[in-house]
């Protein structure tokens, strides 16, 4: 019998399912995290609805979660320079769980905003381990293979959250979530995977890397935007569109389900073809099929099967713009480059749902869609102006 092997390395001419078997450890720690973390904010959002909590705190509880992984994003970086990549998830989603389950011991929305804060700041470092990981661990070759079936895998775990952790009442739902969070440390602690090096910490300012790869960070930044405006503003719009809960559930799964299938294929194209062309397939796709939603007005069936494209076309311009991005550095700035993009990130995350509610404020409701075309349409006109430029050094080679 053939003893089942599992590679330490992404080899230079790694397939699809290769790939996939060397970062089988970490992905099965994202799915769990997907799964630990999707749910949840409806969750919250009903629980505090009924417990009679102003709009106000909901929404201060929702916000200090993102603080958390804007500086979870920041701050990560010294705690792996200390202790390195296993120890650090282990912490961090250690501390996740904890912080979740505490939220069945008390009603206090203080206590509320600081544990969503501490969960918030684990998520983001979860981002800056995993994905400095992957990219450390994959080739120039490989790259956009492994961060696309990263973020195919961390799209499913959210999509099926709401229906894992949406059985039970009570503290169910938040010890179920605080329970994944520690089983996903089991996979990452047996990782077979080199722990990636790091170089000192400051050794790669932000100022440079936007400087170095200003498409790259753009990517990042857009991707935040669309994907906190779609989600923060998509229920408003199905609403005033007239459709039903259910619908409105339904073109949003869409939205979520889209990545799971386009990651995998636009990531072995990029690997393929290159980043440039891809990164303007993906952002050209998802702006026309966003504007389309806008100009059209298209009935249920369409507007599921369009957003199916907005979503699937719009994530992989993160995974796509992070690969270009580390494509240009040395390993060892992985983990400084990947939260200085995960900041781009967090900004676009930041300032997407107000400047989309703005766009419909002056357009109305289309206005959504309006803006998600709008700034996808920037990532690739930026695309296609580093294309021609890259034309120009390679003729003047």
């Known amino acids: ?20 078997k060397v970062f089988s450890f970490i992905l099965f720690g994202v799915l ?4 630990a973390t999707g749910g949840l904010f409806p969750i919250i959002g009903l629980r505090l609805q009924k417990d009679g909590a102003s709009d106000l705190v909901i929404g201060l509880i929702t916000s200090v979660f993102f603080a958390g992984t804007f500086a979870g994003s920041i701050l990560t970086e010294r705690i792996l320079a200390r202790i390195r990549h296993v120890r650090t998830f282990a912490l961090l989603a250690a501390t996740a769980g904890i912080s979740t389950i505490a939220l069945t011991l008390t009603d206090l929305p203080a206590a509320w905003i600081g544990l ?19 990219n450390y661990a994959s080739t120039n070759k490989t790259r956009a293979r492994g961060m696309s079936i990263y973020e195919a895998t961390r799209m499913l775990g959210i999509a099926v959250s709401p229906f894992v952790l949406g059985f039970g009442l009570g503290g169910q739902p938040y010890v179920l979530a605080g329970l994944l969070f520690v089983v996903a440390i089991v996979p990452l602690v047996l990782c077979p995977l080199e722990e ?26 857009v991707s935040g935007a669309v994907n906190a405006a779609f989600y923060g503003m998509s229920g408003v719009y199905g609403e005033r569109a007239g459709l039903s809960t259910t619908e409105i559930a339904i073109f949003i799964a869409a939205m979520l389900i889209g990545p799971t299938f386009a990651h995998p294929i636009m990531g072995g194209a990029a690997d393929r073809f290159g980043r440039l062309p891809m990164l303007f397939m993906a952002a050209a796709v998802s702006a026309i099929a966003a504007i389309w939603i806008a100009v059209a007005g298209p009935g249920f069936i369409g507007l599921v099967v369009l957003s199916f494209l907005v979503g699937g076309f719009s994530h992989p311009v993160y995974s796509i713009g992070v690969a270009y991005v580390n494509d240009q550095l040395d390993p060892g700035d992985f983990v400084r480059a990947g939260g200085a993009l995960l900041i781009a990130f967090c900004l676009g995350t930041t300032v997407g749902p107000t400047a989309a509610a703005l766009t419909m404020s002056v357009l109305g409701d289309a206005g959504l869609y309006v803006f998600l075309a709008a700034i996808l349409s920037a990532v690739a006109v930026g695309a296609t102006v580093a294309v021609g430029r890259s034309a120009r050094v390679f003729a003047r080679a």
């Open 1 to 20: 019998m053939s003893k089942l092997t599992i590679p330490t390395s992404v080899p230079e001419d790694a397939k699809l399912p290769e790939i996939v």
């Open 32 to 35: 769990a995290f997907g799964l």
């Open 196 to 221: 990636p090096r790091q170089n000192a910490p400051g050794t790669l300012p932000f100022s440079r890397l936007i400087a170095g790869a200003p498409l790259g960070v753009l990517a990042c930044f």
């Open 116 to 134: 969503r804060f501490v969960t918030g700041f684990c998520l983001g470092g979860y981002y800056v381990v995993v994905e400095s990981w992957i």
